[in-house]
């Protein structure tokens, strides 16, 4: 049991030892309950076909959500990511969910990661703007440079989001691309 | 003199006193080249009257230097902001150094940071473009806008540096106002 929670990231040798002490000292129901959850979630969270983000239900609850905008979407990296962009509360239209970035380095090639299903979402649909909302990482800006590249002649508005000073930042410990980005994309005001 | 290092930024009571014995194990030599560079240097740096950066010659070095961009200014809080723009080697224009932010919360009006100057300096300038760098912070804000409703009238175009992710960060670790403005600020690619 050690062995396994020591497997999971950010769990440490230690911390999987106190873990699984911890879980010998509950009864016998809660133990189970927790190899349940595991079971269960596992058995019932998968991808939605459309967008590509997990789900207990398919299509999931952002994709038949008819009150958000359906003329925009969103493309991110990982699930993770549309939790974040959820958050910020300013964004109502929908998601794609690449499961990943294009890295020929590592040998991940564009049919590696779930970008067809963009392009068959996008045949036949009113969208009229695509976020391309990937990290500011070498994988992440090659990723978006190769979707605006595959969509654009399309017609569709291709966008990225803004790199920069983050808010509440410091001019003097932002690194110099950053800077340089910050300056780059500077607004009139 | 642990009491005066003590006072400086950085250096707590450890630090001072760790410093203070080295001191006294110094030659009279070396103990002596220290402290006279302290009251030269406070000495030789004044302000530069053009920009009010930090400079042994006045005018500083930059405005001097005519192989720099006449007609663009960036506005920043502190010298330390200076070296930072610097170091991105992408700017060739010149600097307006503040010495501070607008801040009616702890009584520092317009009149009591490095402003009235920057207006004088405008006047009978061809200066075409203020690049407001300030931090984005509440004050930094707040100084950029102060300054943008000053000067616009005058018909000089005022921007404002970019917010948004950090090159090389993380959607899923970004605030929710840094992923905002990064949405709200996504340009056409």
Known sequence: MINEFNKLPGIGEKLAQR????????????AEALADSIVQAKRSIKYCSVCGNLTENDPC???RDTSR?????????????VVAMEKVKEFSGLYH?????????????PDDINLKSLIVRL??????????ATNPTIEGEATAM???????????????IANGIPIGGDLEYADEVTLLKALEGRREI
Chains 1, 2 share one sequence.
């Open 19 to 30: 873990v699984a002490f911890h879980v010998l000292s509950l009864s016998d129901q809660e």
């Open 61 to 63: 609850d952002i994709c």
């Open 69 to 81: 905008r359906q003329d925009v979407i969103c493309v991110v990296e990982s699930p993770k990511d």
């Open 97 to 109: 969910v690449l499961h990943g970035t294009i890295s020929p380095m590592q040998g991940v090639g």
């Open 123 to 132: 045949q036949d649909s009113n969208v009229q703007e695509l976020i391309i």
């Open 146 to 160: 190769y979707i605006a590249r595959l969509i654009k002649p399309s017609g569709i508005k291709v966008t990225r």
